[in-house]
């Protein structure tokens, strides 16, 4: 449903390419990033995509307000303001070079709304189950806590895409509402291990494994540094290393302990 303002290339990991941002350069001292934006692209709502818009998102991840945390706004510690100079293009200035910088506004999570959606919500979107963007799909139906459906949109400024006419996003009740392990706890020869059970996991990481074509479980919880050899240090606890048992199929870290 949503675009970025530039992405990484998905069959070079090491290589950045544009997105909503048709093209960009870098100021010699490396203090200035500048972002030219494609001509025509418009929000599901059919409102036009302009820079205050990308001005939005971002400060609604650098500066976000009372009460909200930012996971990301770390990565935008050197970032002393982002600035729309004209209607399609975007300045961001930083008070020291980051050579990161590219990458980290090419994360995944950093897309891009309607200004006018985060004024409206004191840019504090946690209770809004619908708003617009400007991807391939659109919004259809929800059902809370059943399937969420997306449409292709006509108006995708990319004409190629997408290949596929909508998707069904499942919610898949798997295990506990607590963080904790949904199998057992292995025992030792101590007796049982109480370290999970005493109370609520950190998250760190865990792993990742698609577990079927329509559903994706996303971290095992787990604080244990006791790593098995083709599993991926939660002790066998997690979706993916449970299911990993019965199909001998190595489990994928998310990211380095």
């Given at each position: 449903m949503y675009d970025l303002l530039i992405?990484?290339?998905?069959?070079?990991?090491?290589?950045?390419?544009?997105?909503?941002?048709?093209?960009?350069?870098?100021?010699?001292?490396?203090?200035?990033?500048?972002?030219?934006?494609?001509?025509?692209?418009?929000?599901?709502?059919?409102?036009?995509?302009?820079?205050?818009?990308?001005?939005?998102?971002?400060?609604?991840?650098?500066?976000?307000?009372?009460?909200?945390?930012?996971?990301?706004q770390g990565l935008f510690d050197a970032v002393q303001d982002v600035v729309a100079t004209d209607a399609l293009t975007?300045?961001?200035?930083?008070?020291?070079?980051?050579?990161?910088?590219?990458?980290?506004?090419?994360?995944?999570?950093?897309?891009?709304?309607?200004?006018?959606?985060?004024?409206?919500?004191?840019?504090?979107?946690?209770?809004?189950?619908?708003?617009?963007?400007?991807?391939?799909?659109?919004?259809?139906?929800?059902e809370p806590g059943i399937v969420r459906k997306l449409e292709r949109n006509p108006d995708y400024w990319n004409p190629a895409l997408p290949y596929l006419d909508g998707i069904e996003i499942y919610h898949l009740d798997v295990g506990p509402k607590t963080g904790l392990p949904a199998w057992p706890i292995p025992s030792t020869s101590a007796g049982p291990s109480t370290r999970l059970a005493s109370k609520r996991p950190k998250i760190s990481g865990g792993c990742i494994r698609p577990v079927s074509t329509r559903m994706r479980l996303t971290g095992c919880g787990s604080t244990s540094r006791r790593s098995l050899s083709t599993m991926c240090g939660c002790a066998g606890r997690c979706i993916s290393c449970w299911t990993k048992r019965r199909s001998l199929t190595p489990c994928r870290r998310a990211s380095p302990r």
């Open positions: 992405q990484i290339d998905p069959t070079n990991w090491d290589k950045v390419i544009p997105d909503l941002a048709k093209s960009w350069k870098i100021s010699e001292n490396g203090l200035t990033y500048t972002f030219s934006l494609r001509e025509g692209v418009k929000f599901h709502d059919g409102a036009p995509l302009t820079a205050e818009d990308v001005v939005a998102s971002f400060k609604h991840i650098i500066a976000p307000p009372a009460g909200v945390l930012s996971p990301r975007v300045e961001f200035r930083l008070t020291e070079p980051r050579g990161y910088l590219l990458r980290g506004i090419a994360a995944g999570f950093n897309v891009i709304m309607r200004k006018k959606t985060l004024e409206e919500n004191n840019y504090d979107l946690r209770r809004v189950p619908v708003y617009p963007g400007t991807g391939p799909f659109r919004h259809k139906s929800l």
